[in-house]
């Protein structure tokens, strides 16, 4: 397989690469990065986000999942180097316990670097995060829990802690007792017993943290994250410079995590994470200007596509059931397996219908283990995407393999808005019946909106063996060549499996 090609622009061989999502993340950007890492790439960087990411990866059949450290390290024994930029959230004991995961499985991380100035997760910003999301109660996010949100809101507020703060330790003690202090306060209007809950959570030290007049033990807090800074002292250096000196140099990869509608910027605000997703945010996040990048691939999933936490999702197949369902709290793998043992891809019945694709998608958090929401491919959604000015038209669809028993397969081409007039100001108002090309960001009009979809005969067989387009079922590509018209994307490459080799070039 030629990847090569993948990796060109304009005849050039590209420098420096990024791989982001399109969608709502969970796209299988591992897989592309673990092989641009295996054939080109140098150094490869995760720029943004914390350990609510999850990057599964499957090389010669052995699955492995990343939170914070790049999908990249497999390459790290060839002496390539992974970086975790300036850009991500790092809370120090999910990333010490990968780290040891990865001493577990025997793999390298010796060419490791992570930014002194990464963003700083405390354990009063989880604490924050969860008492908001049981707060908010319907109207919750759902949330990873991993305190991303108040992780870059006290950064945007002036009051954030960098990672470099725990191998300083009079720089930490100062801006930990002004953190604690403030979060006390804000803290104390809530439900003492409910802060006690949270607290005694395992993730948050199993009540280690905990101190009852004080709601946050100080000196434990202290002394556990300066143990935290030792450990990874070896590793943290200025990553913005290191990338910077090697720009051009090197082939750099970037490692995009979450997706552009979760951007919260440009995502479906507020159903969002609070990090800068998309392409400029990603190569701020590690030191570079979006115009350094001189290649970016944005994957999209299709023609099954998916969302896991609250938030709007036109094209959920099982609709509102399904969102209940999946965001209820409840909801696992092995609990669906034991309900539902029977169901089929092909059952009229919607919500049975999504979890049957969600067991063959093997659509269940990476990071959380909730089963994510399937539904159909949403082209407004991506044309919006595709629109952004930022991106390039340069795309790559992946898990295919996933509808190979659909009898039918349905692609959303527009959306009916249904709602109450809705201004824009400047005399646009968006009137019921409406028909919309591309999506609207917005919770607020996206709740309203109802899919058109075109209905296209499944493929029904297997993918296996196929290694160029026109190998690839007649009824397949007669789907996926209007989805490359009505989108104008440039469709650079095809997944049709897990493994490197089930690639398709184009
Ligand atoms: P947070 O990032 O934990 O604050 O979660 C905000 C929203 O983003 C929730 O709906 C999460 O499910 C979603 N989210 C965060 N990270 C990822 C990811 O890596 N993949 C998919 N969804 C994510």
């Known amino acids: 397989m030629d990847y090569s090609k993948l990796l060109k622009k304009s005849g050039k061989t590209a420098k420096t690469v990024l791989v982001h999502c399109l969608q709502f993340g969970d796209t299988g950007k591992g897989k592309f990065v673990d092989f641009i890492t295996s054939v080109w790439a140098c150094i490869i960087v995760r720029a943004t986000g914390g350990s609510n990411a999850g990057h599964t990866t499957c090389v010669n059949g052995k699955t492995s999942t990343n939170h914070l450290v790049p999908s990249g390290i497999v390459g790290d024994a060839e002496g390539k180097a992974t970086v975790i930029g300036s850009g991500t959230a790092i809370n120090p004991p999910d990333l010490t316990n990968e780290l040891k995961i990865l001493d577990l499985n025997k793999q390298s991380y010796n060419n490791l670097r992570i930014a002194y100035n990464a963003h700083l997760t405390t354990p009063a910003e989880i604490v924050m995060d969860r008492v908001l999301e049981v707060r908010a109660g319907k109207g919750k996010i759902g949330s990873t829990g991993k305190g991303i949100a108040q992780t870059y809101s006290d950064f945007i507020g002036r009051q954030g802690l960098i ?6 330790p009079n720089v930490f003690n100062v801006k930990l007792k002004r953190q604690l202090d403030y979060y006390r306060q804000i803290l104390e209007g809530f439900d003492p017993e409910l802060i006690a809950q949270i607290m005694n959570q395992e993730s948050l030290g199993s009540g280690f943290y905990h101190s009852r007049p004080y709601m946050f033990d100080h000196e434990a807090i202290y002394e556990q994250y300066l143990v935290y800074g030792r450990e990874l002292k070896p590793m943290i250096s200025d990553t913005d410079a290191y990338i910077r000196s090697e720009l051009g140099k090197s082939n750099i990869l970037i490692e995009g995590s979450q997706g552009d509608l979760l951007d919260i910027e440009f995502g479906t605000y507020p159903f969002v994470t609070s990090s800068s997703c998309t392409v400029p945010g990603m190569a701020r996040g590690c030191g570079l200007d979006m115009r350094d990048v001189d290649l970016s691939l944005g994957i999209f999933k299709g023609p099954i596509m998916s969302r896991v936490g609250c938030g709007p999702f036109v094209t959920e197949i099982g609709g509102e059931e399904s969102d209940l369902w999946c965001n209820g709290g409840k909801a696992n793998r092995e609990m669906e397996e034991r309900l539902y043992p029977d169901v089929t891809v092909n059952d009229s019945n919607e919500f049975r219908q999504g979890l049957a694709i969600r067991r063959i998608g093997k659509e269940y958090g990476a990071t959380t283990t909730r089963p994510r929401r399937v539904g159909w491919l949403d082209l407004p959604s991506l044309r919006y995407s595709l629109e952004l000015r930022f991106n390039s038209k340069n795309t790559i669809m992946t898990k295919v393999d996933v509808s190979n028993e659909l ?12 709602g109450p007039d809705y201004s824009f100001g400047d005399n646009r ?3 019921y019946g409406a028909r919309l090309n591309v999506a609207y960001p917005r919770e607020e009009i996206l709740r309203y909106c109802k899919p058109i979809y075109t209905t296209f005969p499944g493929w029904e067989c297997s993918l296996e063996g196929c290694k160029t387009y026109d190998s690839l079922p007649q009824k397949l590509r007669q789907i996926i060549d209007p989805i490359i018209i009505m989108t104008s994307m ?3 490459a095809i997944s049709i499996g897990p493994d490197r080799e089930e690639t398709i070039i184009l």
């Open 163 to 168: 990672l470099g703060d725990i191998i300083n």
């Open 407 to 418: 009898k039918e397969i349905n692609v959303c081409t527009q959306y009916e808005y249904q």
């Open 429 to 431: 108002v968006l009137r």
């Open 490 to 492: 440039n469709l650079r």
